[in-house]
């Protein structure tokens, strides 16, 4: 542990740029994506990635409740992003706080961008995900759960969306951030990929970056997108192939 001011920080990276958990700059955690792990929901997925364990289920296309809140001619897209009390170190207190309700916001507003809404008017796709087990970058394995869970559920999109958070740890570009890093890093950059556009539909960023830096980040996310995705797809062809629940394991 090295010392700034009174808060004690760990070393998050090592003279051969190994971070904590041995993983180089560029390296994804180890990410699990179970298709289909809920039967009573029209579509859902498992996301074991890292220490993250994350499910989303997706109803719908359905009515809408709030009735006022129905659309003429397209879908609405509701999502509730949802930490379980027992999720982080310290207890979160249960329920919708101002966090999750951006983060709801936020992933609600990139599948909007995605999905054919107009398909299915007057009616609403309501996207639950629960964080189980947070260890940074929640939001993301929130989006890519629920992704997988959209495409479970036959909900026509324009791609699936891959997603995942850069940083910037010891002065260093760093991929798929986890918990140590996230809090004692310089910057946090989630984002969410078309990867057939290669259109970015969620960006934010915690932190400061220069410019240099944050086009570095962008790369960086961009081509661990491109990896995720692989094991998205991996999942939901299994689940139709297999007929039932499937597992896809990358070890990354
Ligand atoms: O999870 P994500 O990185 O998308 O969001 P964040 O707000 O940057 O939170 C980073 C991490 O801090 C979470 O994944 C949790 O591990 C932790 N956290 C926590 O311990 N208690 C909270 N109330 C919120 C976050």
Redesign the pocket.
């Known amino acids: 542990m090295g010392s700034v001011g009174a808060k004690e920080v760990p070393v998050l990276l090592t003279a051969d740029q190994r971070r904590i958990d041995g993983r180089r700059l560029d390296e994804l955690r180890p990410l699990k994506i179970t298709a289909g792990a809920l039967k009573q929901a029209d579509g859902s997925a498992f996301v074991e990635w890292g220490l ?1 364990k994350v499910m989303a289920a997706v109803y719908g296309p359905r009515e809408v409740h709030p009735r006022h809140l129905q659309v003429n001619d397209k879908a609405i897209v509701q999502c509730r992003y949802n ?1 379980a009390a027992f999720s ?3 207890r ?1 207190r249960p329920g919708l706080d101002r ?1 999750s309700q951006e ?1 709801s916001k936020v992933i609600a507003e990139a599948f909007e961008s995605v999905i054919f809404a107009e398909e299915y008017p007057r009616t609403s796709i309501d996207v639950y995900i629960e964080v189980l087990q ?7 394995a929130g989006v890519v759960a629920a992704s997988v869970a959209l495409a479970d559920a036959g909900i026509p999109m324009v791609d699936l969306l891959p997603s995942v ?1 850069v940083g910037k740890i010891d002065g260093h570009i760093a991929l798929d951030l986890k ?1 140590e890093e ?2 004692f890093g310089e910057a ?1 950059l ?1 984002m969410a990929l078309v990867p057939q556009s290669g259109r970015l539909v969620l960006l934010q960023m ?1 932190g400061h970056m220069t410019r240099d830096e944050l086009s570095q980040a962008l790369d960086l996310g961009v081509s661990g997108c491109r990896q995720i995705y692989t094991v998205m797809k991996s999942a939901l062809r299994e689940r139709y192939d297999a007929g039932g629940v499937a597992r896809t394991e990358v070890a990354a």
């Not at 947070?134 to 993301?140: E, F, L, P, Q, S």
């Open positions: 993250n930490m982080v170190d310290e979160k966090r983060i947070a260890n940074a970058g929640t939001r993301c958070a918990k996230d809090n946090d989630p915690e």
